[in-house]
């Protein structure tokens, strides 16, 4: 069974940074694309970024190009999203997903997973 446990959210100042988590369990990271998207109440839930499954390829929404770095650690089979340079329009509840071995990633209809979502609340 496949199952991803995403931490790290939280309320922080506007300019600062946060971290987030995704644990996988029951899939490898190393064979599957994983992405994060964003979602405010009463919106979509749109495309943050994705890495492909060898790791060698990633990809960002432009919102988000130059302030924000996914990236993965096959050993703990993780997969992490930097925010940096946080800003008020940051905020959202964030989903991390992971999807077949060879989805671009940029739809949500690539992921056949998701986690249950963490809060990331910017203040200005």
């Known amino acids: 069974q496949v199952q991803l446990v995403e931490s790290g959210g939280g309320l922080v100042q506007a300019g600062t940074s946060l971290r987030l988590s995704c644990a996988l369990s029951g899939r490898s990271v190393s064979m599957t694309t994983m992405g994060w998207f964003r979602q405010v109440p009463g919106k979509e839930r749109d495309f943050v970024t994705a890495?492909?499954?060898?790791?060698?390829?990633?990809a960002y929404a432009d919102s988000v190009k130059g302030r924000f770095t996914i990236s993965r650690d096959n050993a703990k089979n993780t997969v992490f999203l930097q925010m940096n340079s946080l800003k008020p329009e940051d905020t959202a509840v964030y989903y991390c997903?992971?999807?077949?071995?060879?989805?671009?990633?940029?739809?949500?209809?690539?992921?056949?997973?998701w986690g249950q979502g963490t809060q990331v609340t910017v203040s200005s």
């Open positions: 890495i492909n499954w060898s790791g060698g390829s990633t």
């Open positions: 997903a992971a999807g077949r071995k060879y989805a671009s990633g940029y739809v949500a209809l690539d992921y056949d997973y």
